[in-house]
T-cell receptor
Framework: DAGVIQSPRHEVTEMGQEVTLRCKPI?????LFWYRQTMMRGLELLIY????????DSGMPEDRFSAKMPNASFSTLKIQPSEPRDSAVYFC???????????FGQGTRLTVV | ELKVEQNPLFLSMQEGKNYTIYCNYS?????LYWYRQDPGKSLESLFV?????AVKQEGRLMASLDTKARLSTLHITAAVHDLSATYFC????????????????FGKGTHLIIQP
């Protein structure tokens, strides 16, 4: 398996624009997680899915953030409208349900100017 | 709210020395993970610790878990430059029914520099 695949790797956008981040989890993994990493706040869990169903979105910072998982092989994280404080590295990760570690994608470095 | 604290946050050491990174967490859990992150890169899984007393070793790294003390350690033996990286511990509360994953809460990371 190629691992967790994220796109794009880098995104630069202007404040107010819509941004969509994409993730393909490892085949067969039941769980998909979205994390955000910043210098100030470290690694934060935003939302996670189990079998394509959102389980906990309490980490989503604002209503400007939304995530979907229409099928087992694809998820999106959308920010609309984007703001400079959304600049961060966004990681997608997937795992089996019980005890297994989460495998992380390469991340999307988002810069909002 | 689950809190995960690592110390030290920064560590500079010389090759050949031994050192230990500590990870304390605030709530009951028996799922603890250690990750490595190189600058500008993703997170790489190092160890999965799933029970009290678990000990795992890989090369010069050894991790252990004491769930009663809510403490995990990552021990580095005879450090080499290639081990320079940021090391994170992470805890899964696993509170949902069926023992399924619940997402990871990460410590702030230990930035390790190993000098020749």
């Amino acid at each position: 398996d190629a691992g967790v695949i994220q796109s794009p790797r880098h995104e630069v956008t202007e404040m107010g624009q819509e941004v969509t981040l994409r993730c393909k989890p490892i085949s067969g993994h039941d769980y998909l997680f979205w994390y955000r990493q910043t210098m100030m706040r470290g690694l934060e869990l935003l939302i996670y899915f189990n079998n394509n169903v959102p389980i906990d979105d309490s980490g989503m910072p604002e209503d400007r953030f939304s995530a979907k998982m229409p099928n087992a092989s694809f998820s999106t994280l959308k920010i609309q409208p984007s703001e400079p404080r959304d600049s961060a590295v966004y990681f997608c990760a997937s795992s089996f349900p019980t005890g297994g570690e989460a495998f992380f994608g390469q991340g999307t470095r988002l810069t909002v100017v | 709210e689950l809190k995960v604290e690592q110390n030290p946050l920064f560590l500079s050491m010389q090759e050949g020395k031994n050192y230990t990174i500590y990870c304390n967490y605030s709530t009951t859990s028996d799922r603890l993970y250690w990750y490595r992150q190189d600058p500008g890169k993703s997170l790489e899984s190092l160890f999965v610790l799933l029970s009290n007393g678990a000990v795992k070793q890989e090369g010069r790294l050894m991790a252990s878990l004491d769930t009663k003390a809510r403490l995990s350690t990552l021990h580095i033996t005879a450090a080499v430059h290639d081990l320079s990286a940021t090391y994170f511990c992470a805890v899964d509360r696993a509170v949902h029914s069926g023992g399924g994953a619940d997402g990871l809460t990460f410590g702030k990371g230990t930035h390790l520099i190993i000098q020749p």
